[in-house]
């Protein structure tokens, strides 16, 4: 009889344990569609529940932070009006306002160090 092989270990640590996996693969909006309409990135954005539904599926993701620290880390400094799109459950302007709180709350910390 033969024996079977040993399964390969693809994780080696419980620290690289979180990069076997890309959080994205665990996103609730991953491979969401419905009638063609994609809620992350509304057309009309006048409207005041444009990003309703996105901010449902949002609420309910497992990786909302990780979504959100990836967008404010791409965006960085741009400004509200130039920013897109729902991540991590904030709208566009919300992101804007928190870059904006972190740096006050950064320069803040600095003047009592």
């Known amino acids: 009889m033969l024996a079977r092989p040993r399964a390969r270990r693809l994780v080696e640590s419980p620290e690289r344990a979180s990069q076997a996996i890309d959080w994205r693969e665990l996103a609730e909006c991953r491979g969401w569609t419905e009638k063609g309409v994609d809620p992350w990135f509304p ?27 990836a967008a ?36 803040q910390d600095k003047d009592v160090a």
């Open 43 to 69: 057309q009309n954005l006048s409207d005041p529940t444009a990003y309703d539904v996105a901010a449902r599926i949002c609420a309910c993701c497992p990786v909302a932070q990780q979504c959100l620290d």
């Open 72 to 107: 404010m880390a791409v965006e960085g400094a741009i400004h509200g009006r130039q920013r897109s799109g729902m991540f991590g459950g904030l709208t566009p302007e919300q992101r804007y306002a928190l870059y904006r709180r972190r740096g006050r709350e950064r320069s």
